[in-house]
């Protein structure tokens, strides 16, 4: 019995061990995948909630060294946002069990119902606000160029291009400073829509190098952040 007992235990010692080491290697997600209960869009329309209900110089894209980051708005979930176009350095701690959501480069647009104050940013007549947004931002996405992601100098994947995903029609309170100053929306909800070129993945335990850059070259904007990340 006493035999029996101790196989056992080590059997399910193996085991555990086995899991861990899966647990503790690097995944990346495919688009399909769900990461964390969340498919891609959704994470796509959390990250732009995130970004946008908070102040322009207040906010992810313009943390400056990582510390915004600190308080993520899923608590499952990592989210490594991009920036405003600028050379930036940023460190985080995350949790080992947290997959991270990467939206290397992005576009979202919105649009206030009855909006006297822009009475031209209209859906036509028996056009959907959804297929509006979508018309206008169509092919600003597929303008940005040198999109990638680098993970301890090597690139996760060949072609971040290939990687984008669309949201469903989603509502927000869009902070007043991404607003024009002459029109006061505080308080009112946008329809938005929100188009990325993104990427999921799981670190290993350890300090880890992650780059991500890319350019909207039309209006100059060349982002390059390098996150010095440390999972545990």
């Known amino acids: 019995m006493k035999n029996l007992i101790l196989l056992l235990t080590l059997v399910f010692s193996i085991i555990g061990c086995k899991k861990e080491e899966e647990e503790d290697k690097l995944i990346v997600y495919s688009l399909s995948d769900k990461v964390a209960g969340y498919d891609m869009s959704q994470l796509s329309i959390e990250t732009s909630k995130w970004i946008f209900t908070n102040p322009l110089d207040n906010g992810p894209l313009s943390d400056a060294d990582g ?6 708005p899923l608590p499952d979930v990592t989210i490594l946002a991009p920036n405003l176009g600028e050379t930036q350095e940023r460190s985080l701690i995350i949790n080992s069990k947290n997959p991270i959501f990467i939206p290397a480069m992005g576009v979202t647009g919105w649009y206030y119902a009855n909006d006297a104050c822009n009475p031209d940013w209209n859906p036509k007549a028996g056009q959907s606000v959804l297929d509006f947004l979508q018309k206008e931002l169509s092919g600003v996405l597929e303008g940005a ?8 100098g090597q690139p996760l994947v060949p072609d971040m291009k290939a990687r984008k995903t ?9 902070d007043q400073s991404w607003n024009s100053p002459d029109c006061n929306y505080t308080g009112k909800d946008a329809s938005a829509y929100a188009e990325d070129y993104t990427i999921a993945l799981k670190l290993p335990k350890g300090n880890h190098i992650l780059k991500v ?10 982002q390059d952040i390098t996150w010095k990340l440390t999972v545990q």
């Open 67 to 72: 510390s915004f980051h600190k308080k993520q």
């Open 166 to 174: 669309t949201t469903a029609l989603f509502t927000m309170k869009v």
């Open 145 to 152: 160029t040198n999109v990638k992601v680098v993970l301890n």
């Open 213 to 222: 850059a890319g350019e909207f070259k039309d209006i100059n904007l060349v």
